[in-house]
């Protein structure tokens, strides 16, 4: 299996330059369409303004976006045009999450910019924990200071939920094309160092199946520093690119609940961050 369509949602409100380098890798190294994609949506008017000066107001801000997204796609055929034979634009005048969350259907895989604002504006950019949890389309979370997917080695942090497996799954191409695959498990409360020691080496002989030789480690149970620092401090250890993941939403999982590590890993990721669910 690989990637043969590849989606990279740009923003309005700030620099591109590391989602199309990872972009453009993955299209690059797949072989793989590469669609931009990128929306805005006029905000409501001023509570005072009303009548023609509303209107110009309207007319003035509908003008400016048409602007910035025509730069955008400028900006985005002149480095796509060098890193794949296949490239397409989309967008349009409307909110950007539940655009790019439709338009998700033409792609195999998102490439995203992380943001770590706790709240970001719906009306310029799609938030990649908002993209995550509705997509149904694994994302690529691109940290600012990034500028190539360095897929030397890989870190699948893991956990024995339906969210991992899935995760795991969808980027079989890209752990394919690592050159070492580090699988890790938390001990918690409920599962021991035993438990997790035997997951993760399921998880290694499956993906020795699909012909990935696999690394395992079962850390020692760390209850003061948060999940998100200790796979940090795990992916920097081996020298990880990426992170693999899966996308929690249910505060069962205590630690792993969205708002913990999934939060961490869309909104302040050291490195790239594939994210499924």
């Known amino acids: 299996m690989n990637y043969k369509s590849v989606m990279v949602s740009l923003s309005l409100d700030r620099p591109n330059d590391a989602c199309l380098a990872v972009?453009?890798?993955?299209?690059?190294?797949?072989?793989?369409?590469?669609?931009?994609?990128?929306?805005?949506?006029i905000k409501p008017a001023l509570y005072f303004a009303e009548g023609e000066y509303a209107q110009k107001i309207l007319d003035e801000e509908s003008k400016a976006i048409q602007r910035r997204l025509s730069e955008l796609e400028a900006e985005f055929r002149a480095i796509a045009s060098k890193r794949t034979k296949s490239v397409e634009w989309r967008s349009a005048l409307?909110?950007?999450?539940?655009?790019?969350?439709?338009?998700?259907?033409?792609?195999?895989v998102l490439v995203v910019g992380a943001r770590s604002e706790v709240f970001v504006?719906?009306?310029?950019?799609?938030?990649?924990?908002?993209?995550?949890?509705?997509?149904?389309?694994?994302?690529?979370?691109?940290?600012?200071?990034?500028?190539?997917?360095d897929l030397r080695n890989i870190l699948?942090?893991?956990?024995?939920?339906?969210?991992?497996?899935?995760?795991?799954?969808?980027?079989l191409p890209i752990l394919a094309a690592a050159k070492e695959v580090t699988v890790v498990e938390m001990p918690e409360e409920?599962?021991?160092?035993?438990?997790?020691?035997?997951?993760?080496?399921d998880v290694a002989g499956w993906l020795g199946c699909h012909g990935?030789?696999?690394?395992?480690?079962?850390?020692?149970?760390?209850?003061?520093?948060?999940?998100?620092?200790?796979?940090?401090?795990?992916?920097?250890?081996?020298g990880?690119?990426?992170?693999?993941?899966?996308?929690?939403g249910h505060s069962?999982?205590?630690?792993?609940?969205?708002?913990?590590?999934?939060?961490?890993?869309?909104?302040?990721?050291?490195?790239?961050?594939?994210?499924?669910?």
């Open 156 to 171: 699948v942090a893991w956990k024995d939920v339906r969210e991992a497996r899935r995760a795991v799954l969808d980027a």
């Open 23 to 41: 972009a453009g890798d993955l299209a690059e190294r797949f072989e793989a369409r590469l669609v931009g994609i990128a929306a805005s949506d």
């Open 94 to 108: 409307t909110l950007p999450i539940p655009y790019v969350m439709q338009q998700s259907r033409a792609a195999d």
């Open 190 to 201: 409920d599962i021991g160092p035993a438990a997790a020691l035997s997951h993760i080496e």
């Open 121 to 149: 504006d719906p009306y310029v950019a799609a938030d990649a924990s908002d993209l995550v949890m509705q997509a149904g389309r694994p994302l690529i979370v691109v940290p600012p200071a990034v500028q190539w997917l």
């Open 212 to 238: 990935i030789l696999a690394n395992i480690v079962t850390p020692r149970a760390d209850t003061v520093t948060p999940v998100g620092e200790q796979l940090d401090r795990m992916a920097a250890d081996v």
């Open 252 to 277: 069962r999982f205590r630690e792993w609940a969205f708002g913990g590590v999934t939060r961490h890993l869309a909104k302040k990721p050291s490195r790239c961050t594939f994210l499924s669910r």
């Open 240 to 248: 990880a690119g990426v992170v693999i993941a899966g996308a929690y």
